[in-house]
């Protein structure tokens, strides 16, 4: 299991340094679903080609995201958007553009930080939930192993008053 959070403490320059999520469909599911809430569109008409403002806006935030977060390529990005290479560029670079300039759009960044931050609390939840797992696993593997150990100790102790 590969350690997943999203934002890690760089000791060394006291930066925050962004590590690369595993896309799948679950991700997937809560990105659309999230961006559908935000733009207030139907998940399933986000990449139909709606020229309507806020379905282009979370069309780019979608893309953004799977860029950024997830460190897809663009030809990967649209296999899972259906949509030609040139307008995954095209849709990425203006969300940058936007993204970059807080100053006069405030909410894209908005954007972009809430649907970051669900992913990220999915991530850590997803995590916990796995450690958890892992623990009991592991207490169960120690108290077969604190069994044996025992059960050896007994036999030497016996082995010794035996001998003696």
Partial sequence: MFLCLYSLLNKNKNKMRRRRIKFSDFYHNIIMNEIA????VQRDRIFLGSRQKNII????????I???MFGLTLSEIANVTNLHHASVIHHFERFKFFHQ???NFKQDAKNFERVENKIIEVEVEEEIHALEKKKISIRKSLTKL???KKLKDERENIKNLLTK
């Fill in 146 to 148: 604190y069994k044996i």
């Fill in 66 to 68: 799977l860029r950024q």
């Fill in 37 to 40: 809430e935000i733009y207030n």
């Fill in 57 to 64: 806006f979370a069309k780019r935030l979608y893309i953004y």
């Fill in 101 to 103: 300039h807080p100053k």
